[in-house]
């Protein structure tokens, strides 16, 4: 079965640091998203892209983040310098169809980002 | 502001005992509502998704409905392997279907 799949699963970096998280979005899906888990917190939404374009972004993600499509099967979230408060799950998502019905979104396992 | 409320947030069960966790949202809009389960330290797995009004979905022990105001997850005798976060989303209906999450129910069922 397709899944979406996430590199590394724990990053450890430094604060003011920068970081890029990996993800491959299941093959045939055009729709891509990051999401955040805070420990002990709801998933937050952070940013949704298509075709080579960021589609919406939530307040969250300030000028700090990026997201890109650097090839086919790749997309990544880089958080330029690392804060204390960046320290949370990141999840990549991706789906078939969106801004429709039967747009279900599926879920990488995570990436557990720690800034010391 | 577009919320999403699961209760209770914590759950406990013995085997075998049914039981419904519940899921109520003020979005406008809404395009789809969808449940995950969550197990610790892993990414939502994608269950169910309802759109409108009455319907219903099935799953093994879990059943989904939807009203216009909220909706159930109902488990039919669960097993200690039911055992994790369930999450209860909303597409409020933005341009490519973000959704917005509850803080989930944690279901520990016990043997």
Known sequence: EPEV???PSHQVTQMGQEVILRCVPISNHLYFYWYRQILGQK???LVSFYNNEISEKSEIFDDQFSVERPDGSNFTLKIRSTKLEDSAMYFCASSER?????NEQFFGPGTRLTVL | EDQVTQSPEALRLQEGESSSLNCSYTVSGLRGLF???????KGPEFLFT?????????KERLKAT???KES???ITAPKPEDSATYLCAVDYGGSQGNLIFGKGTKLSVKP
Not at chain 1, 98 to 102: I, K, Q, R, S
Not at chain 2, 35 to 41: E, L, V
Not at chain 2, 50 to 58: M, P, Q, T
Request: hydrophobic fraction near 30%; avoid cysteine; charged fraction near 25%.
């Open chain 1, 5 to 7: 799949t996430q590199t």
């Open chain 1, 43 to 45: 998933v937050e939404f």
């Open chain 1, 98 to 102: 969106a801004g429709v019905t039967y």
């Open chain 2, 35 to 41: 449940w995950y389960r969550q197990d610790p330290g």
């Open chain 2, 50 to 58: 309802l759109y409108s009004a009455g319907e219903e979905k099935e």
């Open chain 2, 66 to 68: 939807l009203t216009k």
């Open chain 2, 72 to 74: 159930f997850l109902h």
